[in-house]
């Protein structure tokens, strides 16, 4: 369901740090090289590359990219080539850093706990201790006030069972629970964040499934007529990452791309983010919310070597 | 600070196993051998030995340990041969498991998640996940009601920083913010959860040191003076086992000791856990408390083979 491709015979990474020395290296920058290869290698390819680059040439190959590319490719090319779990601690420390935290900068926090593997996230607040000297939930405590903070460092604090498994008792219970909690419009009851927080991707599908069986309404539906207040948005943005975080996604590029200009950061981290997770359905999902196709906007929208890199994301360039 | 003794040189892994396997097989069982191989190695090297027997012998050594030894001594030998964060999954399990539920067993979930390391605890989660198909989270939000289980899913669900870096303003401030939740008697507040649950140990170390310094009481005191309900136990017990886990764990040693018989398992379980860690402190701690030495106090109510595991643990046999 990922859209990265990956050619079925890889050069070992010291032929693609060769390529890629070659590309930035000399006069000009060889953009194209660079898309060839690492657009097309996966998250345990790169780090190889990465570290082979550091050992044959003795230096950092992001550094190296950061100084020979530039604008929105640099950065594109720059999160794609960062290991996953510290590509999300910086995302994460840049939205909780923003002089303006909306919901669009929540949002990132949103995505990284809740539309990613309990194992994923681990690895991303081992990665923030790393690089901030702080944990990512001091970070969010300190920049986010309540009642928005106990649900982000909630959800930032979980290590959820990572199987398939559904109890639909329990389902049915927390759904009508939810239920209560949302018709009574106390949002911020400690038993929403409790579920939302500690129980597996899995079960809580089910748990939404049974509130839209049971109660006529989708839970989103229901958290809407609450009102239109950060809460709602914020417990919005949750249920839709951990239901379907492929529509949550085509929203966020949809938004990037539609209207006047281009919301470039947008666009490039949910590519970049899920290039090798779900990007097949986000672009179903795409054409279901805004009946035109997915590639066909985002080229519409960038150029140039940008335009390239992403469009490789998207499996469009060989 | 740990009373554990590792021979200078040590054999290795398979001289050890040939030697444990002589001990468990034909008949009778050589329980001083057994205690003097597993008792005088550390967590990793543990780890070699029973992979290494799994290889040798096509069994497992902790299924061979339990058909061959009995009682206590079977009890802590097995403990302390199970690697140390399947070990506090199982006992956390267990401790919410449990028919009753009192202080007893939640203190159990307290030491697990505030006196051990970040990665310990992390790895608690996830061998937690492993064995019993749900998170430890899940297991605390079904067995233990609010507020109780908020603060245990907090502290649970914790990933402190874990360097020495310490805030002083922080901690004044946060030595206020403490002293009038407390004062105002609302300790379930999501201000004093969060600061237990996201500071790291040094940062809340210093904080209870300024609410000492600026308000006359320690912190420990003055909740003590809020009520005796469950609520100020289990805060008190979190609170101990991150500023002093030396003295939890020399008070729950002799609660287990003093008195009409013995908890053996309460017992074991202190000295396993913190064997590699800190029960040179806790010896020190346990003669400020009880006035009187600590390798007397458990010679003088525990016998046999247990006696001298246990002895062997605090470094009193060689």
Redesign the interface.
């Known amino acids: 369901m990922a859209t990265l491709r990956v050619p079925e015979v890889v050069p070992s990474p010291t032929q693609d740090c060769e390529k890629l020395r070659d590309a930035v290296q000399g006069l000009g920058t060889d953009e194209k090289a660079i898309i060839l290869i690492l657009g097309h290698r996966n998250a345990s390819q790169r780090k190889k590359i990465r570290e082979t680059y550091e050992q044959l040439y003795n230096e950092s190959l992001i550094d190296r990219l950061n100084s020979e590319l530039s604008g929105d490719f640099r950065k594109a090319v720059i999160l794609w080539t960062t290991d996953p779990p510290e590509r999300d601690a910086k995302l994460a420390n840049e939205a909780l850093k923003a002089k303006k935290k909306g919901m669009k900068q929540l949002q990132v926090i949103v995505e990284i706990t809740c539309a990613s593997s ?1 194992n994923h996230l ?1 690895e991303v ?2 990665a923030y ?1 790393s690089l901030f ?6 970070d969010i ?1 300190s920049a986010v006030s ?1 009642p928005l ?2 649900i982000l ?2 959800v930032a ?7 398939e ?1 559904v109890d639909t008792k329990v389902a049915n219970a927390e759904a009508a629970k939810l239920h209560e909690v949302i018709k009574s419009n106390k949002l911020d009851q ?1 038993d929403i964040i ?1 579920i939302l ?4 991707f899995h079960q809580l599908r089910a748990t939404f499934a049974s509130y839209n069986q049971n109660f006529g309404n989708s839970i989103d539906q229901d958290i809407k007529s609450c009102g239109k207040g950060d809460l709602e948005s914020l417990l919005r943005v949750v249920i839709k990452c951990i239901d379907t975080p492929e529509k949550h996604f085509a929203e966020v590029i949809g938004e990037a791309i539609i209207g006047f200009g281009t919301d470039e950061d947008s666009l490039t981290r949910a590519l970049v983010a899920r290039a090798e997770i779900d990007t097949m359905k986000i672009r179903g999902e795409y054409f279901n919310i805004f009946k035109t196709n997915l590639d066909g906007a985002v080229t519409g929208d960038t150029s140039g070597d940008y335009k390239d890199f992403l469009m490789t994301l998207l499996g469009a360039r060989i």
């Open positions: 309990p681990q607040r081992q201790c000297d702080c944990s990512l939930e001091e405590v309540l903070r106990k460092v909630a604090s979980s290590y959820r069972y990572d199987k498994l400690d409790l927080s500690t129980r597996n």
